[in-house]
């Protein structure tokens, strides 16, 4: 069983950057694919950027391409996620994300692919 422990979330300022990280235990956390996700009030669970198992390659949600960048560290058994250049609109929960498979085509962006997740942090950007 993996447990994952977001954390990270804040109150910021348009503009301003902030830095999520998941922690991992569990399992073998080299062998998962991990995700971010995030949900803000009223509206679905989206996806926002997703790595693979050794971190070579990463998706993300298009409107966020340039500003968000995920890592991770698997000696570590972390993941982050960089996000620069903070909107209001992306105020949200962000939650962490783990896949015991290597998800194919579009289930990389589909919450319903991945296993386990984390409890969220909380982001709010003010204007």
């Known amino acids: 069983q993996v447990q994952l422990v977001d954390s990270g979330g804040g109150l910021v300022q348009a503009g301003d950057s902030l830095r999520l990280s998941c922690a991992a235990s569990?399992?073998?956390?080299?062998?998962?694919?991990m995700g971010w996700f995030r949900q803000a009030p009223g509206k679905e669970r989206e996806f926002v950027a997703a790595i693979n198992w050794n971190g070579n390659r990463a998706y993300y949600q298009d409107s966020l391409k340039g500003r968000f960048t995920i890592s991770r560290d698997n000696d570590e058994k972390m993941v982050h996620l960089q996000m620069n250049s903070l909107k209001p609109e992306d105020t949200a929960v962000y939650y962490c994300?783990?896949?015991?498979?290597?998800?194919?085509?579009?289930?990389?962006?589909?919450?319903?692919?991945?296993?386990?997740w984390g409890k969220g942090t909380l982001v709010t950007v003010s204007s």
């Open positions: 569990g399992g073998t956390f080299s062998y998962l694919s």
């Open positions: 994300a783990a896949d015991r498979h290597t998800p194919v085509g579009r289930s990389w962006y589909n919450p319903g692919e991945y296993d386990y």
